[in-house]
């Protein structure tokens, strides 16, 4: 096991699957030197080793990039597009969806696009409303992409290189705030991280917190604390949005008959309200209490820090709703 920074897990699991297949290249702004403003420490000494073919600068034109990526991928290679923030992403929106997305389908399966872009997701301290955008629920409503939003170093390597070796093209959502936190990381195997699997953080008994990206490291901190207040989380970490683990989820709510989904992201249309929705549908006989949802308010992110943590999602935000919920029900019991 090394302990190592999330960037340096990703960078290290790119660079494992360009050494194990000549036809994985990676292409974006800037990923020839590394000047630490955002993502880009992520490629740091890579086109020393593998040359200026295979880790290619491209203009700053986000549309030029996934592009290019499509038509690569058509081609026969693996294309690792770097747009570093969702919000640039944006300007690739039209090749991603509508050409991406639809090809593998309108051709009958004939021809596929298998390459990954890459996105920086969420909040990241004052970068305004243009900068700090979960969008993830965009992706998902997209048939034809795979949506993957790893929260540990562990994970951010091990479910790339399962997104590189994907024949679909794959949104990899990497945490703005996560590229600098550390974790322990086995570089001894292989390291797959099978896409569509849910990873169990916490076990419990009272509560199922289904999470993902960011949310997974605020809700494990925030099952230690309802576990001092006598209240037992199960921390379900979903890793892959789509396609994501209902069968984890579900498992865990049989058992503890309660179900919060916490996510960064804007409330209303946010993909806790899938889970939410499947969850409420398919085992309403199993729930002793209503799902209940978290997200951000319906606005754009502040500039300002103390607007700004208004519109976050913090631990004291999910420990107040599980007990809100846990505490609610024992209520209507006793009162029975």
């Not at 050494?19 to 800037?30: F, K, S, T």
């Not at 795979?146 to 959502?173: E, H, N, W, Y």
């Not at 292989?190 to 949310?215: E, F």
């Amino acid at each position: 096991m090394e302990r190592v920074s999330y960037a340096e897990a990703v960078r290290r699991g790119l660079a494992e699957e360009m050494r194990r297949d000549p036809l994985v290249w990676a292409l974006g702004e800037d990923l020839s030197r590394a000047h630490g403003s955002t993502s880009s420490t992520q490629y740091c000494g890579l086109i020393d080793e593998f040359g200026p073919k295979r880790v290619v600068d491209t203009p700053i034109s986000e549309s030029t990039i996934m592009g290019a990526a499509v038509g690569a991928a058509l081609a026969g290679t693996r294309p690792v597009a770097e747009l570093r923030n969702v919000d640039f992403g944006l300007c690739a929106i039209d090749e991603l969806v509508n050409q991406a997305a639809k090809i593998r389908y309108m051709f009958g399966g004939q021809a596929r696009v298998p390459l990954v872009t890459r996105q920086g997701l969420g909040l990241k301290r004052s970068l305004g409303s243009q900068h700090t955008q979960s969008n993830e629920v965009w992706f998902v409503h997209t048939p034809g992409l795979v949506v993957v939003a790893p929260a540990t170093p562990g994970d951010g390597r091990g479910l790339l290189k399962a997104s590189i070796r994907c024949d679909d093209p794959v949104v990899f959502l990497e945490h703005k705030e996560l590229w600098a936190t550390e974790g322990d990381v086995d570089f001894s195997d292989d390291g797959i991280v099978p896409l569509g699997r849910a990873r169990t953080v916490t076990s419990g008994t009272d509560l199922t917190l289904v999470v993902w990206s960011r949310m997974a490291i605020v809700a494990e901190h925030a099952a230690t604390q309802l576990s001092a207040l006598g209240v037992s989380a199960e921390v379900i970490d979903l890793r892959t949005l789509w396609p994501w683990d209902r069968e984890a989820v579900f498992r865990s709510v049989r058992k503890t008959g309660r179900l919060l989904v916490a996510q960064e992201s804007v409330l209303v249309g946010g993909f806790a309200n899938e889970v939410a929705a499947e969850v409420s549908e398919r085992l309403h006989n199993t729930l002793v209490a209503p799902v209940r949802r978290l997200g951000a308010p319906r606005i754009p992110m502040p500039y300002s820090p103390p607007l700004e943590d208004e519109c976050r999602i913090e631990c004291r935000h999910v420990v107040e709703a599980a007990l809100s919920l846990v505490q609610n029900d024992r209520s209507r019991k006793e009162t029975t």
